[in-house]
């Protein structure tokens, strides 16, 4: 049990385009996602907090407008990256967490290398 | 404020025990986490803490002292797939509350 998926596992993309990565709880409701950005050798970077049917909580630093975050089910959220550039290249991983639960389970994570 | 510690890296030989501790202050506590992430990888679950004591799992375990706001995992019998991150996390508050991650250690297992 507990598994959250994300899709696709890696992307490629030009400068300029958007790209939408989803994450999906797949046996169990996540009132919760969370969104983080690692880059390589460094720690896991929280970058936004998604609750279901609300808006979603962006860290210090996180560009709302550049990261689109929707979280229209308790199974799915997904993140666009809008407006892509080199610096975004970066491995997004998100997690999710059950009702009346602590713990987050994470997916699998996507790679997004922009050009 | 929140602050996590963990050692950076640590090195250890095939066969034997190493221990990895962490160190917390967080304003609230619902639990303490330790999570294994090989490179180019998520992280995945190992343990859960949230009472004193010692936790059992096979070759890893993992202690908790809140009083103390401390926290190891031990690794049995160690195996080159080992070769990871471990990240401490700490639960501070309600379900819609991110868990608060330390910097993680890299362990390297030698041969």
């Known amino acids: 049990g507990a598994v959250v998926s994300q899709h696709p596992s890696w992307v490629i993309c030009k400068s300029g385009t958007s790209v939408k990565i989803e994450c999906r709880s797949l046996?169990?409701?996540?009132?919760?996602m969370f969104w983080y950005r690692q880059f390589p050798k460094q720690s896991l970077m929280l970058m936004a907090t998604s609750n279901e049917g609300s808006k979603a909580t962006y860290e210090q630093g996180v560009e709302k407008d550049k990261f689109l975050i929707n979280h229209a089910s308790l199974t799915l959220s997904t993140l666009t990256v809008t407006s892509a550039h080199p610096e975004d290249s970066s491995f997004y991983i998100c997690?999710?967490?059950?009702?009346?639960?602590?713990?987050?389970?994470f997916g699998p994570g996507t790679r997004l290398t922009v050009t | 404020g929140q602050n996590i510690d963990q050692p950076t890296e640590m090195t250890a030989t095939e066969g034997a025990i190493v221990q990895i501790n962490c160190t917390y202050q967080t304003s609230g506590f619902n639990g303490l986490f330790w999570y294994q992430q090989h490179a180019g990888e998520a992280p995945t679950f190992l343990s859960y803490?949230?009472?004193?004591g010692l936790e059992e799992k096979g070759r890893f375990s993992s202690f908790l002292s809140r009083s103390k706001g401390y926290s190891y995992l031990l690794l049995k019998e160690l195996q080159m797939k080992d070769s990871a991150s471990y990240l401490c996390a700490v639960s501070d508050g309600s379900g819609n509350t991110p868990l608060v991650f330390g910097k993680g250690t890299r362990l390297s297992v030698i041969a």
């Open positions: 997690s999710a967490r059950a009702l009346k639960s602590y713990e987050q389970y």
């Open positions: 046996d169990f409701q996540a009132t919760t």
């Open positions: 803490n949230v009472l004193d």
